[in-house]
């Protein structure tokens, strides 16, 4: 006789089926899966660019202050709504610190005031960056300024761009807000949506917001969502073997992962059968590590410079990102021109991740798009485990990638001899 887990499971499936095939029936006529933001896959300077034109009351949405005074509203600062700004850009200058080479995301500034919104939804802070930006205002003599640090994640600036002594003191003062994507932009995008005017732009708004929920959030499909959640409250029994199956998930994510490594191997050996190589896997995937994640090298470890890296940023494995990076071990001397060509390679090998140039331990890394980023709430690459084709597709990425130095006879670029005492290719990659 099933169980109630095995019935809850079984009902549940059922259920997602159903919920299927009806979106299947209905899909020409409501495209769901559609969304713009899929073909545009904004970074981080893109997406300053739309928090930027949306709170412009002079931009083309033409909705006047409306969105910028909701936006006031949802961090606190109403009044500051009384009146138009003056400038609003994106990448400004800093002229009142030493380092000329900062450039603030985004900044709106009324007459003797100044809002800057430090825009972090993936990259990493650099050196001493917001302690910079504070001086940068607290020297411009201003009467009011104010500076949100809005992140893609719930971690707090990192103690290398501000120690966390002078972090609560400017936090405190009401200078300084940490904010995630998740727990401010769809709010303020909902208050957009009920205020706008235009059915054309509610549109846009309305696809923007979806985009966010679903890489920050990872949200699922909403009447999945329910299905489930009907099935779990349909009795105490299910219930309780609902919270059977949510203890087991991390077991169940570990054993998947152990699966993942020998899939990886398995599919090296037959890249290497097939080239006749010596391709090898450096292994460092733990559930609960921040840059979790592996290497493959395509020679000997005591000849290469650089590996190809598969990292979750986040722990839990999320925010998967691909780069080239130097092995730990080695301290090289890379020019500026070779560090471009590694990256430009790199891309033409895989364009569909987006590739930013980055520094000599990490020439360019670049994060995957949905629905690969985040692995936590999103089933599809734990499917895609349990089906047997996941290892084979990082490796073919990475057999990609060999190619494109090979086929431009770029392989020196990697393979490299080895210096010890370099520890700088630990850090993650930085923009």
Not at 92 to 98: A, G, K, M, S, Y
């Amino acid at each position: 006789m099933p169980t109630e887990i095995e019935l809850l499971l079984r009902r549940t499936a059922s259920e997602l089926h159903a919920v299927g095939i009806a979106r299947a029936r209905y899909a020409p006529q409501l495209s769901p899966h559609f969304n713009c933001f899929d073909y545009i896959a904004p970074n981080e300077m893109g997406l300053s660019r739309i928090i930027r034109d949306m709170l412009d009351p002079k931009g083309s949405h033409a909705q006047g202050s409306a969105f910028l005074v909701a936006f006031l509203k949802r961090i606190g600062k109403e009044e500051w709504g009384d009146s138009d700004p003056i400038f609003l850009g994106i990448e400004v200058p800093t002229r009142h610190i030493e380092r000329f080479n900062r450039r603030l995301d985004i900044e709106i500034r009324w007459k003797n005031r100044s809002l800057v919104i430090e825009n972090k939804p993936w990259a990493q802070d650099q050196h001493k960056q917001l302690e910079d930006y504070i001086n940068e205002l607290e020297n411009r003599s201003l009467e009011e300024w104010y500076l949100l640090y809005l992140v893609g994640t719930h971690d707090a600036p990192s103690i290398d761009s501000i120690n966390e002594a002078d972090r609560k003191k400017w936090e405190a003062s009401g200078h300084l807000s940490i904010m995630c994507y998740e727990a401010l932009v769809p709010d303020w995008l909902s208050d957009c949506i009920a205020i706008c005017k235009s059915e054309r732009f509610r549109w846009f708004i309305h696809e923007f917001s979806k985009y966010i929920m679903i890489n920050f959030e990872g949200e699922r499909d909403m009447q999945e969502r329910q299905a489930v959640l009907e099935k779990i409250l349909e009795s105490e029994a299910s219930l309780e073997a609902a919270h059977e199956i949510s203890s087991a998930i991390t077991d169940v994510r570990t054993t998947l992962i152990e699966i993942l490594y020998k899939q990886l191997l398995d599919a090296l050996k037959l890249e290497n059968n097939s080239r006749g190589s010596n391709w090898s896997l450096k292994w460092d995937m733990e559930y609960w590590k921040r840059d979790s994640g592996f290497s493959i090298l395509y020679s000997r470890e005591d000849e290469q410079a650089y590996q190809l890296t598969f990292g979750f940023e986040k722990t839990q494995f999320d925010d998967l990102y691909v780069g080239v990076n130097k092995l730990h071990d080695l301290e090289i001397a890379t020019t500026d021109v070779d560090k471009r060509k590694i990256a430009d390679l790199t891309k033409s090998a895989i364009p569909e991740i987006d590739m930013l140039y980055s520094n000599q331990a990490w020439p360019c890394y670049g994060y995957f798009p949905t629905p690969m980023n985040n692995w936590s709430n999103n089933p599809i690459p734990w499917v895609r485990i349990k089906r047997g084709d996941l290892g084979k597709y990082f490796v073919e990425l990475a057999a990609k990638v060999f190619d494109s130095f090979e086929d431009s006879k770029s392989l020196h670029l990697l393979q490299r001899k080895t210096t010890k005492g370099d520890q700088s290719a630990e850090l993650r990659p930085e923009q």
